[in-house]
């Protein structure tokens, strides 16, 4: 499966045969700048979760029941080609992106999974809360793998 990652500003052309996941805050609707992605008409699944990764009342928390939502749209549809969107297209739509991928791909290494969503998304920055969930759904150490990927470009992953 092809996975690509944007944010609503940077939302790129898409045909109805692509599978889109969107992941904004609560209360949020699809901006002007996504138009795009409001008129597709290929499936699309709507999450609601905030972009943090610390326990807060104020806040949905990404959850294990959003990733259960995730693989059942993957299930239902096996899309070749999965877009995923989120405000900025830089840490929820990462997270969520790398999460598909390893749910597709379970032969590739952490490290394998990691680099093809550098690839499609260099200037990524996954939420660290969504990853550690994929991780223990997955047994997975996506982790670790960020974190050494991080670590070659100077950047501490995830932020203190």
Do not use: Y
């Amino acid at each position: 499966m092809k996975v690509t990652v944007s944010g609503q500003g940077d939302m790129p052309g898409l045909n109805d045969d692509t599978a889109v996941i969107v992941a904004l805050d609560p209360g949020t609707h699809l901006s002007d700048g996504s138009r795009r992605l409001a008129e597709h008409n290929g499936p699309r699944l709507n999450l609601q979760l905030h972009d943090i990764w610390f326990d807060s009342e104020r806040h949905l928390l990404p959850s294990s029941e959003h990733l259960q939502r995730i693989e059942t749209f993957l299930d239902t549809h096996r899309p070749a080609h999965l877009h995923v969107s989120c405000l900025a297209g830089v840490s929820r739509s990462a997270a969520l992106a790398l999460f598909a991928l390893a749910r597709t791909h379970p032969d590739l290494s952490d490290h394998e999974l990691v680099g093809r969503l550098l690839m499609a998304r260099p200037q990524c920055f996954p939420n660290p809360l969504i990853v550690g969930l994929v991780d223990q759904r997955l047994r997975r150490d996506l982790t670790g793998a960020l974190q050494d990927a991080f670590a070659d470009s100077g950047m501490p992953w995830p932020p203190a």
